[in-house]
């Protein structure tokens, strides 16, 4: 992970699916006729229209959806490479050694 390549975890936000998904619900209340809203991505505020809100949240919640999936096979890969670490170490060291249970 140090070649560059960013990571899901950079800067993730265990809630901001959350908060996305309560935003659309409110959107749901509003009007065309209400005008334009604000939208904060990243520090700035951009003011939309609720169609283009709509849009803006949809692809912010399926770029968010995306990364927990990326995360969740991340997990999985790093589960099966400690399983094999211990597997090998105790297979070295016997019942010398102490590791931690698997979760």
Known sequence: MGDGTQTPCKNFQPNELKNLEDAM?????CDESD???LLLMGEVFMCLT???TKKALEKNKQKIMADILELEELSEVLKLN???LKTELYGKFGNHINLEEDE
């Open 82 to 84: 400690m399983s094999t």
């Open 25 to 29: 619900e409110e959107l749901i209340l």
């Open 50 to 52: 609720l169609k283009d």
């Open 35 to 37: 005008g334009k809203l």
